[in-house]
């Protein structure tokens, strides 16, 4: 007699490397760090998952083995399976700009600007932005990874003229 526990008919569903749980971790970690501004490119996220895969014994195509990274078929239904993720590219930000924009410095400049306001008694025609240059020494950040419908994304760059 034939045994029937083995034998296979239809469809197979998709063999998911991760479980749930472990996809959650790994889309955690990657909106953790794009939040602080090292923002993972989806080449990076797909080492990061082999190496996952790889460190906790998972069954994972031989590809990845062989490429030492997942498939793009895994990435695009990564993504597709964690919706709050999506590709964005991020605007450069130099490291002094991401330490020093923070309240408290932010509320003194205001200070300081309300009391020359009005001490000299400027008016609106009389202010102009003289900041910007329009020259940049700074390299365009690659795509990343990051929270779908944030405003704004930011990637570390050199001080030279990040904005």
């Known amino acids: 007699m034939n045994d029937v526990s083995t034998l296979n008919v239809g469809y197979k569903g998709p063999n998911q490397v991760f479980s749930v749980d472990q996809e959650q971790m790994l889309s955690q970690y990657i909106k953790h760090s794009a939040d602080m501004y090292f923002g993972l490119a989806p080449r990076e996220i797909k080492q990061l998952a082999y190496q ?4 906790l014994g998972l069954k994972y195509p031989e590809a990845w083995g062989k490429n030492l990274m997942a498939g793009p078929d895994w990435f695009t239904k990564f993504l597709k399976r964690n919706s709050s993720l999506s590709l964005r590219q991020p605007e450069a930000t130099s490291l002094s700009r991401a330490m020093n924009f923070n309240k408290a410095n932010v509320h003194l400049f205001m200070d ?16 102009h932005n003289l900041d910007e240059t329009g020259v940049t020494t700074v390299q365009t950040p690659s795509k990343i990874v990051a929270t779908k419908g944030k405003k704004q994304i930011g990637a570390l760059t050199s001080a030279e003229r990040g904005v």
């Open 112 to 127: 300081k600007l309300q009391t020359v306001l009005l001490k000299y008694k400027f008016e609106a025609q009389h202010i």
């Open 52 to 55: 996952s895969a790889h460190k």
